[in-house]
């Protein structure tokens, strides 16, 4: 599902709005628009392009998921990291984890299928959505990521992502 125009008018925050607080709380970041990305192969192929040389960069995936108990859980982890979901919900502690519907995905982040970015958590942590980052981020320069739409990419430094995550009131459990 593509993120057009007619659908973003559902979300709670759009990108645009997303953007202009990153300016306002001084967190600095790279925009780079591109046609809709549905899938980490299609990523790759226009993030290549995107990245410094020279830069150490994270690129990442992002995981909407839910367990038995239907708690609501964002995981990003690098792009190219294999996923075992009854692994990672040992890890997590959690149990058995599913991937959560296009609607709960809509209700919990605000956001559409395709777009799931940790940016979204400035919609989750009003919906009690736990976060999980990658522990490879705490070694990351910049780190690569949707803002609420599949159509532009953002590279926050990792020092402002932490930063955005302390402005919304944001947990970061490290896996």
């Given at each position: 599902?593509?993120?057009?125009?007619?659908?973003?008018?559902?979300?709670?925050?759009?990108?645009?709005?997303?953007?202009?607080?990153?300016?306002?709380?001084?967190?600095?970041?790279?925009?780079?628009?591109?046609?809709?990305?549905?899938?980490?192969?299609e990523a790759k192929e226009v993030e290549a392009a995107m990245v410094v040389p020279g830069e150490n960069a994270l690129r990442v995936k992002n995981l909407y998921l839910r367990d038995k108990k239907k708690r609501n859980y964002l995981v990003t982890l690098e792009q190219d990291r294999k996923i075992d979901l009854k692994e990672l919900g040992a890890e997590l502690g959690v149990g058995k984890l599913s991937f959560g519907s296009p609607e709960r995905l809509m209700q919990h982040l605000g956001i559409l299928p395709g777009a799931v970015t940790p940016l979204s958590m400035i919609n989750g942590v009003e919906k009690d959505v736990a976060f999980y980052m990658d522990s490879a981020a705490q070694q990351a320069d910049v780190i690569y990521m949707h803002p609420l739409v599949n159509t532009r990419t953002v590279g926050l430094k990792r020092s402002d992502l932490m930063a955005f995550f302390e402005r919304i009131g944001c947990a970061v459990t490290w896996v």
């Open positions: 599902m593509d993120n057009a125009p007619l659908d973003l008018d559902s979300m709670p925050v759009s990108s645009d709005a997303l953007l202009a607080q990153l300016d306002d709380w001084g967190l600095g970041y790279v925009l780079h628009e591109h046609p809709p990305l549905h899938s980490v192969g």
